[in-house]
């Protein structure tokens, strides 16, 4: 028996917004190939500000990658300090 909810998720992204990479379009509902998309956004003007929330997020996660990468070598570049 399989459950009537299952692909429930996968239908709600048709009542939703998603902004077009190539196009640089909004789109009601998953008119695009996925590779070309993003989202889902709730409203149009939510999926319109999609490059600005990528941009943010790329760059937040470029700060976390170079903190973790420096994590620790300090202490390792000057082993006198401590003395």
């Known amino acids: 028996m ?5 692909g429930a998720a ?5 009542e939703k ?6 196009t640089g379009e909004v789109e009601f509902g998953m008119l695009s190939a996925a590779v070309d998309r993003v989202g ?4 149009a003007d939510e999926a319109a ?3 600005e929330k990528l941009r943010e997020r790329s760059r937040a996660w470029a700060e976390d990658d170079a903190a973790e990468d ?3 070598r300090s ?3 000057d082993p006198g300090d401590d003395e």
């Open 49 to 51: 500000l999609a490059p």
């Open 70 to 72: 420096s994590w620790g």
């Open 17 to 22: 917004y998603w902004y077009n990479l190539s």
């Open 10 to 14: 996968m239908s709600d992204g048709d």
């Open 40 to 43: 889902p956004f709730d409203t």
């Open 2 to 6: 399989t459950d009537p909810d299952e």
């Open 75 to 77: 202490s390792l570049s």
